[in-house]
């Protein structure tokens, strides 16, 4: 079973915070890693992909991951009323065949001005 | 611009009833994915296909069908719609290993 696991939330910050936003996965060999965003009644959106330890940044996101601890992080700096949305992490595991995702249940956001 | 479609958008039916579901990408995609999506289970796979005449299980495929007969198009079918199928499908692809594009989804009410 290769599970990705998420804080359910919700997730209430004030505008201008941090929004810090975590995911764990089971698969020790897992290869590549993505952060989506679902506003509510739409669909997913990419927002952030991560392959190798470390951070990276894009604009006021940045991901984390560390594969020793199996854990992936997603950062929002300066959050925004906009950036409230469930949040899924997505996990591609070794051995998986190419292109399927496993899917963690979200965190839902909510930014408060 | 290249994007992926899903119709309907809303489908109301009958328990019973064959319901298909369409999805069509012109990225010219190899890879095609649906999901349903129900609250408290997040994202979960119903069948996949890498590229023409190819389709795969995922975890939930009792009760779906699908078929590959071009690049473009992965149509879902539910046989015989159940009421325990209600919910909301997003159609996917991807060219490779990576990014997912999702379509706007199908809202499916099985009375």
């Known amino acids: 079973q290769k599970e990705v696991e998420q804080n359910s939330g919700p997730l209430s910050v004030p505008e201008g915070a941090i929004a810090s936003l975590n995911c764990t996965y089971s698969?020790?060999?897992?290869?590549?890693f993505f952060w989506y965003r679902q506003y509510s009644g739409k669909s997913p959106e990419l927002i952030m992909s991560?392959?190798?330890?470390g951070d990276k940044e894009d604009g006021r996101f940045t991901a984390q991951l560390n594969k020793a601890s199996q854990y992936v992080s997603l950062l929002i700096r300066d959050s925004q009323p906009s950036d409230s949305a469930t949040y899924l992490c997505?996990?591609?595991?070794?051995?998986?065949?190419?292109?399927?995702?496993?899917f963690g249940r979200g965190t839902q956001l909510t930014v408060w001005p | 611009d290249a994007e992926i479609t899903q119709s309907p958008r809303h489908k109301i039916t009958e328990t019973g009833r064959q319901v298909t579901l369409a999805c069509h990408q012109t990225?010219?995609?190899?890879?095609m994915f649906w999901y349903r999506q129900d609250l408290g289970h997040g994202l979960r796979l119903i069948h996949y296909?890498?590229?023409?005449?190819?389709?795969n299980k995922g975890e939930v495929s009792d009760g779906y069908s699908v078929s590959r007969s071009n690049t473009e198009d992965l149509p879902l079918t539910l046989e015989s719609a159940a009421s325990s199928q209600t919910s909301v499908y997003f159609c996917?692809?991807?060219?490779?290993?990576?990014?997912?594009?999702f379509g706007p989804g199908t809202r499916l009410t099985v009375l």
């Open positions: 698969d020790r060999g897992s290869q590549s």
């Open positions: 990225w010219n995609h190899n890879n």
């Open positions: 296909s890498y590229g023409v005449h190819d389709t």
């Open positions: 996917a692809s991807s060219e490779s290993m990576d990014t997912q594009y």
């Open positions: 997505a996990v591609n595991p070794r051995g998986s065949t190419l292109g399927r995702l496993y």
């Open positions: 991560i392959y190798s330890n």
